[in-house]
């Protein structure tokens, strides 16, 4: 890349030129309005009262065949997000074992419980087609698959069938046996239509797994009248408790007198989910893989929604805040108290590591919500974020990340690989926040990286404790000593001879 960096929007736009050079012209085109840069709009955000950049950028389109995508599948988003944490049902990987094992234990979703006897989160249940299963259909094994599960798991609280790209190609009708079965063991036996060959990526699979949700879960049973609701009840819906993240968002809820009474669907019981039309309130952290849900809850039984954001000191204020005021100043006054509680811990944090990390350029590419929701946490250490985008992004959630980006920033939808490692060696920040795919060779491009699908194996990164786990591992990988001894031999300055000892 022959351009020197300048963090500016015009250095941005070149970059975007540079890039698209290299492609045909059909497929520069294409991708032209997939890339952009964050520019000072009119639009001013009412809470904060500063003006939003409009990121502008074409999304949700089907990635261009051929060239290198990072998304998943609709069975990714629906197996392997929302429905795969929770965590005392049995989910069966409906087709031939590598979807299932692909998806094995990936995303640490911590939970409570023994597994094999009530919890079932980081085992592979598959029903293993085989090509006689694909010639004569797999109805009959999946029934004699459930059978089983019930044998050798009798504690658990329902099945979910979830359907890998053959059972859409043959046909297989896994409604009619979800039925069956649930008159003969009496359980929530619950079918997800998210082959992976559907819509443009996992995102899909999210809503399908959010309407399987509706329909099969909520579907007008009452199984607990009995529960006892109150006036301060909520659920915490879209975190996945990676690496502990609810468990730290619970305690913040709970210290301000609020009640969590769902926490789905990372440390979700399938009772959560069912008793979650009873709450005052759904809070909902990712707000593009269960806005879904929280739509129809507010349609259907009048439920408010509100999204929040526990990452970084300044989020947390102002969330713990914005939920206050739906239940009045008693919470409002609780809120204040949690704030200032916390306050010493994060001047501590801050002034540990501020000066550490104070001018440092991150660009992240992730999923969900993390391309936006981290950005606050980053500059509350004094890092600037030079580069943001999603991997299955909607207009919406780019209309939300204007709340957070500054003029200049580069924007991009579904990067390709080949976009992305000239972003990085073009702009050179000394920060990348990514996934697992391109850790490695941003590594090898001499540049710190941190896994921000699942932390590293680190966190929790959500609330004040998670902060300061989360400014730790920024600075132990920017500030790590290796990076000073990445040079090539040949480039590096010849040593001096080594005395030669007296004789």
Same mark, same amino acid.
């Given at each position: 890349?022959?351009?020197?960096?300048? %963090?500016?929007?015009?250095?941005?736009?070149?970059? !975007?030129? @540079?890039?698209?050079?290299?492609?045909?012209?059909?497929?520069?085109?294409?991708?032209?309005?997939?890339?952009?840069?964050?520019?000072?709009?009119?639009?001013?955000?009412?809470?904060?009262?500063?003006?939003?950049?409009?990121?502008?950028?074409?999304?949700?389109?089907?990635?261009?065949?051929?060239?290198?995508?990072?998304?998943?599948?609709?069975?990714?988003?629906?197996?392997?997000?929302?429905?795969?944490?929770?965590?005392?049902?049995?989910?069966?990987?409906?087709?031939?074992?590598?979807?299932?094992?692909?998806?094995?234990?990936?995303?640490?979703?911590?939970?409570?419980?023994?597994?094999?006897?009530?919890?079932?989160?980081?085992?592979?249940?598959?029903?293993?087609?085989?090509?006689?299963?694909?010639? &004569?259909?797999?109805?009959?094994?999946?029934?004699?698959?459930?059978?089983?599960?019930?044998?050798?798991?009798?504690?658990? %609280?329902?099945?979910?069938?979830?359907?890998?790209?053959?059972?859409?190609?043959?046909?297989?009708?896994?409604?009619?046996?979800?039925?069956?079965?649930?008159?003969?063991? %009496?359980?929530?036996?619950?079918?997800?239509?998210?082959?992976?060959?559907?819509?443009?990526?996992?995102?899909?699979? =999210? =809503?399908?797994?959010?309407?399987?949700?509706?329909?099969?879960?909520?579907? *007008?049973?009452?199984?607990?009248?009995? $529960?006892?609701?109150?006036?301060?009840?909520?659920? !915490?819906?879209?975190?996945?408790?990676?690496?502990?993240?609810?468990?730290?968002?619970?305690?913040?809820?709970?210290?301000?007198?609020?009640?969590?009474?769902?926490?789905?669907?990372?440390?979700?019981?399938?009772?959560?989910?069912?008793?979650?039309?009873?709450?005052?309130?759904?809070?909902?952290?990712?707000?593009?893989?269960?806005?879904?849900?929280?739509?129809?809850?507010? +349609?259907?039984?009048?439920?408010?929604?509100?999204?929040?954001?526990?990452? *970084?000191?300044?989020?947390?204020?102002?969330?713990?805040?914005?939920?206050?005021?739906? &239940?009045?100043? +008693?919470?409002?006054?609780?809120?204040?108290?949690?704030?200032?509680?916390?306050?010493?811990?994060?001047?501590?944090?801050?002034?540990?590591?501020?000066?550490?990390?104070? *001018?440092?350029?991150?660009?992240?590419?992730?999923?969900?919500?993390?391309?936006?929701?981290?950005?606050?946490?980053? @500059?509350?250490?004094?890092?600037? !974020?030079?580069?943001?985008?999603?991997? &299955?992004?909607? %207009?919406?959630?780019?209309?939300?990340?204007?709340?957070?980006?500054?003029?200049?920033?580069?924007?991009?939808?579904?990067?390709?690989?080949?976009?992305? +490692?000239? $972003?990085?060696?073009?702009?050179?920040?000394?920060?990348?926040?990514?996934?697992?795919? +391109?850790?490695?060779?941003?590594?090898?491009?001499?540049?710190? $990286?941190?896994?921000?699908?699942?932390?590293?194996?680190?966190?929790?990164? =959500?609330?004040?404790?998670?902060?300061?786990?989360?400014?730790?591992?920024?600075?132990?990988?920017?500030?790590?000593?290796?990076?000073?001894?990445?040079?090539?031999?040949?480039?590096?300055?010849?040593?001096?001879?080594?005395?030669?000892?007296?004789?």
């Amino acid at each position: 890349m022959s351009l020197d960096y300048e %963090n500016d929007s015009g250095f941005h736009e070149k970059l !975007i030129e @540079e890039v698209l050079s290299h492609y045909p012209d059909k497929t520069a085109k294409r991708r032209k309005k997939h890339l952009n840069v964050a520019k000072a709009g009119d639009e001013v955000d009412a809470e904060e009262g500063k003006a939003l950049s409009e990121c502008d950028v074409k999304s949700n389109i089907k990635s261009i065949p051929g060239v290198m995508t990072i998304r998943g599948c609709a069975y990714a988003g629906s197996k392997g997000v929302v429905w795969g944490p929770v965590k005392d049902m049995v989910h069966i990987s409906h087709g031939p074992v590598g979807c299932g094992q692909y998806s094995w234990s990936q995303r640490r979703n911590y939970y409570i419980g023994t597994t094999g006897i009530d919890t079932f989160v980081t085992m592979q249940f598959t029903s293993d087609f085989q090509e006689k299963d694909i010639v &004569f259909g797999g109805d009959k094994k999946l029934e004699k698959v459930i059978d089983e599960i019930q044998a050798l798991f009798p504690l658990n %609280n329902g099945v979910t069938i979830q359907s890998e790209c053959p059972i859409g190609l043959i046909g297989d009708d896994i409604e009619a046996v979800s039925r069956k079965k649930k008159k003969e063991i %009496n359980k929530t036996i619950v079918p997800v239509r998210c082959e992976g060959f559907r819509g443009v990526s996992q995102s899909l699979g =999210h =809503h399908i797994a959010n309407d399987a949700i509706r329909d099969w879960v909520f579907s *007008g049973e009452d199984k607990h009248a009995e $529960f006892e609701t109150g006036p301060y009840d909520v659920n !915490i819906i879209g975190d996945y408790n990676i690496g502990g993240d609810a468990w730290a968002s619970r305690i913040l809820l709970e210290e301000m007198g609020l009640r969590v009474v769902g926490n789905w669907s990372g440390d979700a019981t399938l009772a959560e989910i069912e008793r979650a039309p009873k709450a005052r309130l759904n809070l909902i952290h990712c707000y593009r893989s269960m806005n879904y849900i929280c739509r129809h809850m507010e +349609e259907k039984y009048g439920i408010a929604w509100t999204e929040y954001n526990f990452f *970084g000191p300044s989020q947390i204020e102002a969330s713990l805040r914005k939920i206050a005021k739906h &239940f009045g100043p +008693e919470i409002e006054a609780n809120a204040e108290a949690v704030i200032a509680k916390y306050r010493p811990l994060v001047d501590a944090v801050i002034e540990r590591f501020r000066p550490r990390l104070e *001018g440092k350029t991150v660009m992240l590419y992730v999923g969900g919500l993390r391309p936006r929701h981290v950005i606050t946490a980053y @500059e509350d250490l004094g890092m600037e !974020i030079v580069g943001t985008g999603y991997e &299955f992004g909607h %207009n919406d959630d780019y209309q939300r990340t204007s709340h957070y980006v500054k003029n200049g920033t580069l924007i991009y939808d579904d990067v390709t690989g080949y976009e992305l +490692e000239k $972003f990085i060696e073009g702009i050179r920040p000394d920060l990348v926040g990514s996934g697992i795919k +391109e850790k490695y060779p941003v590594q090898k491009m001499g540049i710190p $990286f941190r896994q921000m699908h699942s932390w590293d194996y680190s966190g929790p990164y =959500h609330g004040y404790d998670g902060f300061a786990i989360f400014a730790r591992d920024m600075d132990l990988a920017i500030n790590n000593p290796v990076w000073g001894l990445y040079d090539a031999p040949w480039k590096k300055k010849q040593p001096l001879p080594l005395p030669i000892a007296a004789e």
